[in-house]
């Protein structure tokens, strides 16, 4: 009889307290005072007060039910979270299971501090041939004069003999957050009657950023924040034929797409009827798939279900029929980016008109650090692998166990 007492008083203490509780409650007044139920009054039996007392006591079963599968469930996941790692013991801990407030969220808050002290690097470049309103397109996105045809003085248009890389630097500040918008122009590109090779400068401007961050990396004092002259997207803007992608256009998406990412959109798309450019997007897409071109955001580096959503829909419209203009108009009492014509206001920002939001949305507000991780941890660390693999190799064939690139100047970079 003993070992049975104990035994219960044991399993009685293992259970919860809450259940503990409300079965003393349930069976405290039966077991305690039997006379007690006898003593009550005559309308406590009442068919009433019986109902009462079924619908209190079925509340009080589902309630016990309710706290027994909760407590199973956490079992459950503190199982499922257990590694089996021999020696490495972890467990879940949701908020509710917390004794107080810890302030781990406000980790977040750190960050953002910290974010906005530092500020901002973010490097775009446009390419395309001339009057496709690159220029255009880069004032409306930032919403200020940040090209390079915008702010040099006495800008005279002339097409070069052959393709120049030009940067141009601002730090735009918004709301107390700093960023500094480097913009790099690609005059000359597209515009010779022999454009073979014309994507060789750019691909060896984008491979010397790398290399320069990558120097800055090996320095055995290296600076607490390297300077990041790397190029984080490439719009390329597409002429508004209504045919499919010409040769120019395949052969430089294929090059630029392995080291850096690529947006694609149709430049001017106003010129083009909705069903003209639908037609044309659709065939853009077929062009790109047919022909292994990776653009930005590429389906093999979204990291979850939400992610993927979001990104379908992008790449759903891409390319972007985009309409730039910095240029305002009344529309119903409000002002608005537009370009007047004798029909009407195609307004920029509607995405009825076109689909320049959806890209400023791309580049700015939804995917920017996104595009910034993607230029660090793929393009970069594939360029970075691989450097280091040549020099490793060049140096072992020689016989020297000199730091590899550490002693190299610049004019030997294998690119």
Known sequence: MREETAAELETDRQRPMEEREKDRGIMGPEQGDPGKGREQPASMSTPNSVMAKEEKGMEEREMKKEMELEMELKAEVKVELCPTVPGLQMSFIRGTDLFGYVGIEAVLDQMRRKTIKAGLEFNIMVVGQSGLGKSTLVNTLFKSKVSRKSCTPNYEEKISKTVKLHSVSHVIEEKGVKMKLTVIDTPGFGDQINNDNCWEPIVKHVNEQYEKYLREELHINRKRRIPDSRVHCCIYFLPATGHRLRPIDVEFMKRLGKIVSIVPVIAKADTLTI???????????????????????????????????????????????????????????????????????IEVENVAHCEFANLRDLLIRSHLQDLKDVTHDIHYETYRVRRLNESNMNYSELGLSTWPLENKCESDSHL
């Open 275 to 345: 069903e003209e450019r639908q037609e044309f997007k659709e065939q853009i897409r077929q062009d790109l798939a047919a022909n292994g071109i990776r653009v930005y955001p590429q389906k093999e580096y979204d990291e979850d279900p939400e992610e993927r959503i979001l990104n379908d829909r992008i790449r759903e419209s891409i390319p972007f029929a985009v309409v730039g203009t910095d240029k305002e108009h009344q529309v119903n009492g409000n002002k608005v980016l537009g370009r007047k014509t004798k029909w009407g206001i």
